[in-house]
């Protein structure tokens, strides 16, 4: 039995008393109104009763009882037969933010349909409730859109990789890629909504977008335009035509289709070179999917384009923190995903054997010390922060494994970051409470998360360079 002590992330309230309930599995689920996602949990030695206002709320509750059930209920099957013994108790319990995302980059490295849907449930064990997928990018397009069958016959492949981070041009020489079907997508988005996840699509303009050029040329400026196998920022951005609008809108019209979420990524970073006709184009998506009855996300260089984005734009502060401050005080939403926080393929540790060692030092703590509302962010401003996103970005996580290894546990820490009450943060708390509580529950999901001391031998890539910031 886990006890009410080693809930990950921690609840609001948690009323225990004394007691123990032989638990069959059955819960009594009650509805009355609450706040979004909020539920109670209450255990007495009769049975389970949750209640919850929503679907969210519900599933929510049962992360929680599952966590109470112990290690054991995180595995695909049941191994032990007979009840389990549950504390008894109350809880109550309801998230700080609304908006408690990860980005997954299945483009970089295409993740098969079933590591989304597997990833999927680690995000939903964590109570997380926003999937970010990064769809297209300069080194491969992973959604189909039937009208431009190209974008997935040619950008979907390249020839090869760069193996870690170095400026030569050596490439690993080995064909990469995959895409989605829309109905492959439809799949992930129901079942995301199933266990409360939105499934958010981005597909990002005007840079990174190599792939799509590749496909057709006539989008670019490229004499022999080809899939990136590099890594880094390509200064190849798509031509800001009137034909280049119509072609991404009818783009966007499919991925709206598919997705129905409220927020559509559309991009918007890294575009050195890019003119205020690159920022009218973007600006011209965005005002096409308000249109649509969506609203854009786009990364914090919109708000530098020259043009005039609709307010319902949503801005993803990932250059630092001061962005989202200027984005809130200028009226629009904000997801906060800091690269100097919450970037999970940024390092763990100084450690030597570290595996391909990127970005800034991201250690378990400082993720955990991570504060969604930025300094210097107006009081009146802080319901324009929805929330905050951790980003798994994976031109070096070309294996299920590196995934792993790189998101946890520091997406347990971040978890909590978003859902729990502030002063209830504290890292000399949370790390026990991780180590005997929370790893044996990866364990037995089979995630193959870091050590809290180091990597395992077979999770380094000794001679592989990286690029530590
Ligand atoms: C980003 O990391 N380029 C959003």
């Known amino acids: 039995?886990?006890?009410?002590?080693?809930?990950?992330?921690?609840?609001?309230?948690?009323?225990?008393?004394?007691?123990?309930?032989?638990?069959?599995?059955?819960?009594?689920?009650?509805?009355?109104?609450?706040?979004?996602?909020?539920?109670?949990?209450?255990?007495?030695?009769?049975?389970?009763?949750?209640?919850?206002?929503?679907?969210?709320?519900?599933?929510?509750?049962?992360?929680?009882?599952?966590?109470?059930?112990?290690?054991?209920?995180?595995?695909?099957?049941?191994?032990?037969?007979?009840?389990?013994?549950?504390?008894?108790?109350?809880?109550?319990?309801?998230?700080?933010?609304?908006?408690?995302?990860?980005?997954?980059?299945?483009?970089?490295?295409?993740?098969?349909?079933?590591?989304?849907?597997?990833?999927?449930?680690?995000?939903?064990?964590?109570?997380?409730?926003?999937?970010?997928?990064?769809?297209?990018?300069?080194?491969?397009?992973?959604?189909?859109?039937?009208?431009?069958?190209?974008?997935?016959?040619?950008?979907?492949?390249?020839?090869g990789s760069m193996v870690g981070r170095h400026d030569g041009p050596e490439r690993d020489g080995r064909p990469h890629g995959g895409f989605y079907t829309g109905d492959d997508l439809r799949e992930i988005v129901?079942?995301?909504?199933?266990?409360?996840?939105?499934?958010?699509?981005?597909?990002?303009?005007?840079?990174?977008?190599?792939?799509?050029?590749?496909?057709?040329?006539?989008?670019?400026?490229?004499?022999?335009?080809?899939?990136?196998?590099?890594?880094?920022?390509?200064?190849?951005?798509?031509?800001?035509?009137?034909?280049?609008?119509?072609?991404?809108?009818?783009?966007?019209?499919?991925?709206?289709?598919?997705?129905?979420?409220?927020?559509?990524?559309?991009?918007?970073?890294?575009?050195?070179?890019?003119?205020a006709e690159h920022g009218r184009l973007l600006a011209g998506i965005a005002a096409h999917l308000e249109t649509r009855g969506r609203r854009a996300l786009g990364w914090d260089e919109v708000l530098e384009a020259g043009a005039e984005f609709p307010r319902s734009t949503v801005i993803g502060s990932w250059r630092g923190e001061e962005a989202g401050v200027q984005a809130a005080s200028a009226g629009h939403d904000v997801v906060m995903c800091p690269e100097q926080y919450v970037y999970l393929d940024h390092r763990q540790s100084d450690h030597p054997d570290e595996p391909i060692p990127v970005g800034f030092l991201h250690t378990l703590e400082h993720v955990y010390g991570y504060e969604p509302l930025p300094p210097g962010l107006p009081e009146d401003a802080h319901e324009r922060v929805l929330g905050a996103q951790a980003q798994v970005w994976t031109e070096h996580l070309d294996t299920a494994r590196r995934v792993d290894y790189a998101t946890f546990p520091r997406l347990a820490a971040f978890a909590e970051v978003v859902w729990s009450p502030r002063e209830h943060r504290d890292y000399g708390e949370f790390l026990p409470r991780l180590r005997d509580h929370h790893l044996p529950r990866l364990d037995a999901l089979g995630v193959e998360y870091r050590p809290l001391d180091g990597p395992l031998p077979w999770q380094t890539r000794p001679g592989v360079p990286g690029r530590p910031r």
Request: charged fraction near 25%; glycine fraction near 8%.
């Open 1 to 159: 039995m886990t006890g009410w002590h080693g809930l990950l992330p921690r609840p609001v309230d948690v009323r225990p008393v004394e007691g123990e309930c032989v638990w069959d599995g059955q819960v009594e689920v009650r509805h009355e109104e609450l706040p979004a996602e909020a539920y109670r949990l209450e255990i007495n030695p009769a049975g389970v009763t949750v209640t919850a206002g929503d679907h969210a709320g519900e599933c929510h509750a049962r992360q929680t009882l599952r966590q109470l059930a112990g290690p054991a209920a995180f595995r695909t099957a049941s191994i032990h037969s007979g009840p389990v013994t549950l504390p008894c108790g109350t809880v109550s319990d309801r998230p700080r933010f609304s908006w408690r995302g990860c980005l997954l980059d299945v483009a970089r490295n295409f993740r098969p349909k079933y590591e989304v849907l597997r990833f999927i449930d680690q995000l939903a064990a964590h109570k997380l409730n926003v999937l970010h997928l990064h769809l297209t990018d300069d080194q491969g397009w992973r959604i189909e859109i039937p009208r431009y069958p190209r974008l997935t016959e040619v950008g979907a492949w390249r020839t």
């Open 190 to 275: 129901a079942y995301a909504r199933e266990r409360a996840i939105t499934v958010v699509p981005e597909i990002d303009l005007p840079g990174h977008s190599m792939a799509a050029i590749a496909a057709y040329p006539e989008l670019g400026s490229s004499e022999r335009p080809e899939v990136w196998t590099s890594w880094g920022i390509s200064d190849d951005l798509l031509r800001p035509t009137e034909s280049t609008l119509d072609f991404f809108a009818a783009v966007f019209d499919e991925v709206t289709a598919i997705f129905p979420a409220e927020m559509i990524g559309i991009g918007g970073d890294e575009v050195p070179g890019a003119t």
